[in-house]
T-cell receptor, first 117, second 109 residues
């Protein structure tokens, strides 16, 4: 159980374009999903908490108008990187837990490697 | 002070030895602690969770928690080359998982 699927696994886009990343919980319903970003040789940094049916909660320093999050159903959250720039190139990973936002461990998708040229 | 701190390593151990990974955290109110393993280019995978003071064993892995010292550790017995990866300590803070920078482990055959 607790399978999280993320798509695409990698994407290359031109500067100024937008990219959408999908995150699905395959065998459970996730009212809350979490989006992380990881630069090379660095740890995972929480970007935002995605809440089904309501607005996402962004961490300090993360631009909500640049990183659009939509959590329209209990099994799908999307992250759209708008007007991407080379500095947005990173490894984006979504996650969810069976127990929601609490003491349960997070299960991660396979990640999306974004390269902006 | 970082919320979750780990030695970045690399930590190098010979095959068959015990690898010891350490982590400290700043929030005394944290109640849940996790160890993840991350291979290069891959997403993290859960190894162990621990919620109470003391030791928790699962196969070759033992997690240790000392809330008074705000310290979590992971021991890997009989280390194998396949254990070579980055090990991430994560602490639940207010419903969100905060990660340390990870310790790179290299197990030499």
């Amino acid at each position: 159980g607790a399978v999280v699927s993320q798509h695409p696994s990698w994407v290359i886009c031109k500067s100024g374009t937008s990219v959408k990343i999908e995150c699905r919980s395959l065998d459970f319903q996730a009212t809350t999903m979490f989006w992380y970003r990881q630069f090379p040789k660095q740890s995972l940094m929480l970007m935002a908490t995605s809440n089904e049916g309501s607005k996402a909660t962004y961490e300090q320093g993360v631009e909500k108008d640049k990183f659009l999050i939509n959590h329209a159903s209990l099994t799908l959250s999307t992250l759209t990187v708008t007007s991407a720039h080379p500095e947005d190139s990173s490894f984006y990973i979504c996650s969810a837990s069976l127990g929601g936002a609490g003491n349960s461990p997070l299960h991660f998708g396979n990640g999306t490697r974004l390269t902006v040229t | 002070q970082k919320e979750v701190e780990q030695n970045s390593g690399p930590l190098s151990v010979p095959e068959g030895a015990i690898a010891s990974l350490n982590c400290t955290y700043s929030d005394r109110g944290s109640q849940s602690f996790f160890w993840y393993r991350q291979y290069s280019g891959k997403s993290p995978e859960l190894i162990m969770s621990i919620y109470s003071n003391g030791d928790k064993e699962d196969g070759r892995f033992t997690a240790q928690l000392n809330k008074a010292s705000q310290y979590v550790s992971l021991l890997i017995r009989d280390s194998q080359p396949s254990d070579s990866a980055t090990y991430l300590c994560a602490v639940n803070k207010e419903g969100k998982l905060i990660f340390g920078q990870g310790t790179e482990l290299s197990v030499k055959p």
